[in-house]
């Protein structure tokens, strides 16, 4: 079968890390027998040193012909400095509203082989995990194009004063929190709703319309907690959680303080869904311009995230579990780069390698496990 694929290398890192990416989507559609179509398109500072936009229209109207984007990163210093309408990050905001992707799905699970790279204390992980296990795996949704990045941002004339609007409509809970309890259901059937009910308007109604749901899915347990909460709780026992529900804002902050739990934002992927099959996939990390063009980035996030687009665009669950697991594969032989290597100085039986070498040991182990299961 026939699959288009739109892929968006971006700046800093991120075409570092969707070249090993594309090249184990290779090996999956030649294990598989599937034809990926592949189309780059040009988004974020790149975009904008060479169209003058950050997200050029052509970019926005091809994305949307393909059956998924895959995105690395965008964002640089070079352009930091540059007003909100001409920032990378618009074309990231606009990629979101754009595609209507408006629910953020970003697991976060302490793989056992980066053990050493969490920095919480076993008694810690083991205090509220159900079987007591110093581990844990929730998945945060998060709602993507509302709310205050989306909500009306301002200045007074002088320019002494600025305010960002976050809004809501009951519509857009709804639809999102149907996510969240659509995943619980195929995970540990809990759904944990995350706002500031205490202070905002906009939270309030979200405890409204998720208490309303909440009726809707009797076989789910629902709680509540307000986001400072959340923030505390998931590092004094992160095992208490499995699928978190918040919005936009609130969810960008508790997916990276969740992140450094898993050893290193390097490894989280996610997906951004709509009300259709295409998604959008992108490795939660940034540009990290520090490292860029180094070879020293962490492709897992971008490799995890096209799994990601094989089983939640593509419908291709096999081939999604093949790529998870030559990425634990990689994990076990000791394959490390930097950023979730232990800190001993090589004691510890690991290769320190960079972002071509771990692609290409995804590669290996993928291929070595598909030679496996067609003997
Ligand atoms: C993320 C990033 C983006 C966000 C930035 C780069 C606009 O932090 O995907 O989490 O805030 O959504
Ligand atoms: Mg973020």
Known sequence: MR?????????????????????????VGALFGHDFQYVELLAGGRALDETGEPLPP?????????????????GGAKWDTLPGHLRPERALLGLRAGLGVFANLRPAALLPQLRAACPLKDEVLRAAHPEGKAAFDLLIVRELTGGIYFGEHGRSADGSAAFDIEAYSKEEIERVLRVAYRAAALRRKKVCVVDKANVLESSRLWREVSQEAAQAYQDIETSYLYVDNCAMQLIRAPGQFDVIVTSNLFGDILSDEASVLTGSIGMLASASLGAGARGLYEPIHGSAPDIAGKDRANPLGAILSAALMLRYSFGLEQEAAAVESAVHAVLDAGFRTQDIARRDGGASGESIVGAQAMGAAVLRALEARASRAGA
């Open 3 to 27: 699959y288009s694929i739109a892929l968006i290398p971006g700046d800093g890192i991120g075409p570092e890390v969707l070249a090993p990416a594309s090249a184990v989507l290779n090996a």
């Open 58 to 74: 052509e970019t926005l109207e091809a994305a949307k012909q393909c059956g998924a984007v895959l995105l690395g990163a965008v």
